[in-house]
Every structure is written in structure tokens, then in C-alpha cells.
Nanobody, 126 residues
């Protein structure tokens, strides 16, 4: 059974940084693309970032480009999201997800990810 467990969320001031992690189990992690998504109160869940199985290709949503960095450590079955220059509008529950098909490039489409973590809250105060 696939399990994704996020950690590292919390409260940070605007302009600050935070790194969240997602530990995966139950699938050959190194052959699957991973994604980060977020959902703010009253809003739909949106794409944040994605990374290929090798880590060589990364993709970002327009609102986080230049501020967030996605990375992965296949030896630890973990994907990270480094968030810098945080803004109050980054406040949301952040979810990691694993792509449904191995050796496939990542995508912004949520329907292509078949397992999701429980989410970790990130709150940015102004």
C-alpha cells in the first residue's frame, strides 16, 4: 500500500523560508514523478511544483516560480519543497502526490496522481 507522509509545515513570517518534506513508501519511489499541490481556505487545490523520477526535470506553478524549489532524494524515498520569500498568499495546506505511472514525466494535472498525503499546514503571517 502506498503511503505519503508530509512534514515540516508551520507558521512563518512573510519573507521567511520553510522546507516541507514528503516520505513515500509502498512503491518504487525512484521510478515515479512526484508533485506538490496546495489548497487555501475557500479555494480549489492548485499545482505548486513537480519533479521527474530522476530529479533532472522540474516544473513550477507561475505563482511560486523563482521562490520555491522542489527536489528529491531517491535513497531516502523523500521529496522536498523549499519555500523562500514566503507571502501570506502562500498560506495553505500543502499536499504531496505520486504519479500513477512509472517513468512518466510529471504533470500539473491532479488526475494523473493516484496517491496523496494527508497534507501539512503552512501559514505565513504578514
Amino acid at each position: 500500500q502506498v503511503q505519503l507522509v508530509e512534514s515540516g509545515g508551520g507558521l512563518v513570517q512573510a519573507g521567511g523560508s520553510l522546507r516541507i518534506s514528503c516520505a513515500a513508501s509502498g512503491r518504487t519511489f525512484s521510478t515515479y514523478a512526484m508533485g506538490w499541490f496546495r489548497q487555501a481556505p475557500g479555494k480549489e487545490r492548485e499545482f505548486v511544483a513537480a519533479i521527474s523520477w530522476s530529479g533532472r526535470s522540474t516544473y513550477y506553478g507561475d505563482s511560486v516560480k523563482g521562490r520555491f524549489t522542489i527536489s528529491r532524494d531517491n535513497a531516502k524515498n523523500t521529496v522536498y519543497l523549499q519555500m523562500n520569500s514566503l507571502k501570506p498568499e502562500d498560506t495553505a495546506v500543502y499536499y504531496c502526490a505520486i504519479h500513477s505511472t512509472s517513468l512518466t514525466l510529471p504533470t500539473q494535472s491532479q488526475s494523473r496522481y493516484d496517491y496523496w498525503g494527508q497534507g501539512t499546514q503552512v501559514t505565513v503571517s504578514s
